[in-house]
Nanobody
């Protein structure tokens, strides 16, 4: 499975951003697809996840109400729409997928990440 993120960039606090992740390779039907982030000097942390069927979504408390994750099966794409961005949202954002869960240790495949920088 190959995952390629794009859509990161520099945005002012309070702004919005949409991240995309292209999924290719073997099928990930039945997998969980997730977004994580890692800020400088911090551990990688969970942001959001969605089942491939789209029937369930999960969000970290730190972003709940400010992000929306979706997927397009036909296009094999994941999306993370982020609103009301804060400087503390600054991080490299990764998409990942797994059959086993939504924690960092569960992920089987990772993208290389895309930088999101929120200026105050």
């Amino acid at each position: 499975v190959q995952l390629v993120e794009y859509g990161g960039g520099l945005v002012q606090a309070g702004g919005s951003l949409k991240l995309s992740c292209a999924v290719s390779g073997r099928t990930v039907s039945g997998y969980v697809l997730a977004w994580f982030r890692q800020a400088p000097g911090k551990e990688r942390e969970f942001v959001a996840a969605i089942t491939w069927s789209g029937d369930r979504t999960y969000y970290a408390d730190s972003v709940k109400g400010r992000v929306a994750m979706s997927r397009d099966i036909v296009a094999s794409m994941l999306y993370l729409r982020m609103y009301s961005l804060k400087p503390e949202d600054t991080a490299v954002y990764y998409c990942a997928t797994s059959q086993y869960g939504t924690e960092v240790k569960d992920m089987e495949y990772w993208g290389k990440g895309t930088q999101v920088t929120v200026s105050s």
